[in-house]
Protein backbone atom coordinates (compact mmCIF):
# COMPACT_ATOMS: atom_id res chain seq x y z
CA UNK A 1 0.00 0.00 0.00
CA UNK A 2 1.43 3.77 -0.59
CA UNK A 3 0.85 6.40 1.78
CA UNK A 4 -1.80 7.94 0.22
CA UNK A 5 -4.09 4.87 0.67
CA UNK A 6 -3.20 4.43 4.31
CA UNK A 7 -4.14 8.52 4.70
CA UNK A 8 -7.48 7.77 3.38
CA UNK A 9 -7.91 4.57 5.63
CA UNK A 10 -6.76 6.56 8.58
CA UNK A 11 -8.82 9.34 7.85
CA UNK A 12 -12.02 6.92 7.28
CA UNK A 13 -11.58 5.84 10.38
CA UNK A 14 -10.95 8.44 12.04
CA UNK A 15 -14.72 9.92 10.99
CA UNK A 16 -15.97 6.38 11.89
CA UNK A 17 -14.92 6.83 15.18
CA UNK A 18 -15.84 10.12 15.90
CA UNK A 19 -19.34 9.68 14.51
CA UNK A 20 -20.13 6.37 17.21
CA UNK A 21 -18.84 8.62 19.88
CA UNK A 22 -20.84 11.23 19.44
CA UNK A 23 -24.04 9.11 18.86
CA UNK A 24 -22.95 7.45 21.80
CA UNK A 25 -23.02 10.38 23.64
CA UNK A 26 -26.27 12.19 22.22
CA UNK A 27 -28.03 8.99 23.08
CA UNK A 28 -26.84 8.94 26.70
CA UNK A 29 -27.81 12.32 27.35
CA UNK A 30 -31.28 12.60 26.08
CA UNK A 31 -32.65 10.50 28.68
CA UNK A 32 -34.32 14.07 30.13
CA UNK A 33 -35.97 14.82 27.48
CA UNK A 34 -39.43 15.94 28.24
CA UNK A 35 -41.07 13.16 25.91
CA UNK A 36 -39.67 10.68 27.59
CA UNK A 37 -41.81 11.36 30.71
CA UNK A 38 -45.24 9.50 30.95
CA UNK A 39 -46.48 10.56 34.53
CA UNK A 40 -49.54 13.25 33.74
CA UNK A 41 -48.68 16.78 35.34
CA UNK A 42 -50.93 17.32 38.07
CA UNK A 43 -52.48 20.69 36.55
CA UNK A 44 -55.14 20.73 39.35
CA UNK A 45 -52.40 22.09 42.06
CA UNK A 46 -51.06 24.70 39.72
CA UNK A 47 -51.39 28.39 40.95
CA UNK A 48 -50.36 29.38 37.68
CA UNK A 49 -50.16 28.56 34.12
CA UNK A 50 -49.38 29.52 30.44
CA UNK A 51 -49.92 27.99 27.13
CA UNK A 52 -51.01 28.98 23.29
CA UNK A 53 -53.24 26.83 21.80
CA UNK A 54 -54.12 26.40 18.06
CA UNK A 55 -57.60 25.75 16.74
CA UNK A 56 -58.15 25.03 13.44
CA UNK A 57 -61.88 24.92 12.45
CA UNK A 58 -62.97 24.45 8.56
CA UNK A 59 -59.46 25.19 7.43
CA UNK A 60 -58.70 28.38 9.38
CA UNK A 61 -56.76 28.17 12.30
CA UNK A 62 -56.54 30.90 15.22
CA UNK A 63 -53.66 31.03 17.82
CA UNK A 64 -54.80 31.77 21.67
CA UNK A 65 -52.34 32.68 24.03
CA UNK A 66 -53.62 32.01 27.68
CA UNK A 67 -52.10 32.40 31.25
CA UNK A 68 -53.67 32.49 34.32
CA UNK A 69 -52.83 32.89 37.51
CA UNK A 70 -54.03 32.03 41.66
CA UNK A 71 -55.72 28.87 40.11
CA UNK A 72 -58.21 27.00 41.93
CA UNK A 73 -58.65 29.94 44.01
CA UNK A 74 -61.59 32.57 43.79
CA UNK A 75 -59.71 35.24 42.74
CA UNK A 76 -59.06 33.23 39.18
CA UNK A 77 -57.43 35.98 36.40
CA UNK A 78 -56.91 35.06 33.05
CA UNK A 79 -55.32 36.59 30.20
CA UNK A 80 -56.10 36.11 26.40
CA UNK A 81 -54.07 37.14 23.56
CA UNK A 82 -55.17 36.63 20.55
CA UNK A 83 -52.20 38.26 17.75
CA UNK A 84 -53.53 38.78 14.39
CA UNK A 85 -51.75 36.44 11.99
CA UNK A 86 -53.03 38.65 9.12
CA UNK A 87 -51.77 41.88 9.64
CA UNK A 88 -55.33 42.99 11.48
CA UNK A 89 -55.81 43.91 15.17
CA UNK A 90 -54.08 42.27 17.66
CA UNK A 91 -56.67 41.35 20.79
CA UNK A 92 -55.70 40.99 24.71
CA UNK A 93 -58.37 40.10 27.13
CA UNK A 94 -58.27 40.06 31.28
CA UNK A 95 -60.72 38.62 33.62
CA UNK A 96 -61.28 38.22 36.90
CA UNK A 97 -63.78 35.73 37.95
CA UNK A 98 -64.05 37.55 41.85
CA UNK A 99 -64.68 41.07 40.57
CA UNK A 100 -66.56 40.14 37.73
CA UNK A 101 -64.57 42.38 35.60
CA UNK A 102 -63.81 42.15 32.12
CA UNK A 103 -60.99 44.52 30.05
CA UNK A 104 -60.05 44.33 27.01
CA UNK A 105 -57.20 46.33 24.74
CA UNK A 106 -56.98 46.23 20.52
CA UNK A 107 -53.30 47.02 19.42
CA UNK A 108 -52.52 47.59 22.43
CA UNK A 109 -53.95 50.62 23.02
CA UNK A 110 -56.57 51.97 25.62
CA UNK A 111 -57.95 48.97 27.74
CA UNK A 112 -61.55 49.19 27.84
CA UNK A 113 -64.26 47.51 29.69
CA UNK A 114 -65.84 44.94 29.01
CA UNK A 115 -69.13 43.00 30.05
CA UNK A 116 -68.82 40.12 32.10
CA UNK A 117 -71.63 38.27 32.30
CA UNK A 118 -70.90 37.83 28.44
CA UNK A 119 -67.35 37.78 27.62
CA UNK A 120 -66.74 34.74 30.93
CA UNK A 121 -69.00 32.76 29.91
CA UNK A 122 -66.59 32.62 26.14
CA UNK A 123 -63.06 32.99 27.72
CA UNK A 124 -63.65 31.53 30.69
CA UNK A 125 -65.09 28.15 29.33
CA UNK A 126 -62.56 28.11 26.66
CA UNK A 127 -60.07 28.37 29.54
CA UNK A 128 -61.41 25.57 31.93
CA UNK A 129 -61.75 23.16 28.88
CA UNK A 130 -58.18 23.51 27.65
CA UNK A 131 -56.82 23.04 31.01
CA UNK A 132 -59.26 20.34 31.52
CA UNK A 133 -57.80 18.50 28.60
CA UNK A 134 -54.65 19.47 30.17
CA UNK A 135 -55.60 17.03 33.00
CA UNK A 136 -53.60 13.98 31.21
CA UNK A 137 -50.79 16.26 29.84
CA UNK A 138 -47.84 14.37 30.19
CA UNK A 139 -45.15 16.82 29.66
CA UNK A 140 -44.46 16.00 26.16
CA UNK A 141 -43.85 19.74 23.95
CA UNK A 142 -47.66 19.46 22.59
CA UNK A 143 -51.19 18.40 23.38
CA UNK A 144 -53.38 17.39 20.79
CA UNK A 145 -56.79 16.50 20.30
CA UNK A 146 -60.27 17.03 18.29
CA UNK A 147 -62.74 18.78 19.75
CA UNK A 148 -66.47 17.76 19.42
CA UNK A 149 -67.27 19.85 16.87
CA UNK A 150 -64.50 18.19 14.99
CA UNK A 151 -61.77 21.07 15.25
CA UNK A 152 -57.90 20.25 15.66
CA UNK A 153 -56.80 21.83 18.71
CA UNK A 154 -53.12 21.82 19.57
CA UNK A 155 -51.71 23.36 22.83
CA UNK A 156 -48.09 24.00 23.47
CA UNK A 157 -45.82 26.32 25.29
CA UNK A 158 -47.44 24.34 28.26
CA UNK A 159 -45.48 26.13 31.30
CA UNK A 160 -46.94 25.25 35.13
CA UNK A 161 -46.12 27.54 37.25
CA UNK A 162 -44.30 30.06 35.82
CA UNK A 163 -43.45 33.47 37.52
CA UNK A 164 -46.32 36.00 35.75
CA UNK A 165 -45.27 39.69 36.14
CA UNK A 166 -48.19 41.33 37.95
CA UNK A 167 -48.27 44.10 35.00
CA UNK A 168 -49.59 41.02 32.45
CA UNK A 169 -52.58 41.44 34.26
CA UNK A 170 -53.04 45.46 34.55
CA UNK A 171 -55.55 46.87 32.77
CA UNK A 172 -54.62 50.66 33.42
Partial sequence: MNKKTIYIIAAVLVVVIVATGAGILLLNNNTKSPSNNTAPINIANASSLQFNVNDTTQGTTTTYQFAGQNIGTANLTIRVDIPSC???????????????????????????????????????????????????????????????????????????????????????
Avoid at 86 to 115: K, M, P, Q
Avoid at 135 to 160: C, K, L, Q, R
Fill in 86 to 172: TGGSNYTYVLTENTGSAWYTINNGAWVTDNFTTAWPLWGNMWTGYVQKLDTWNSTATYSYTGSSGDSVVIFNIHVNPPLPSSEFKTS
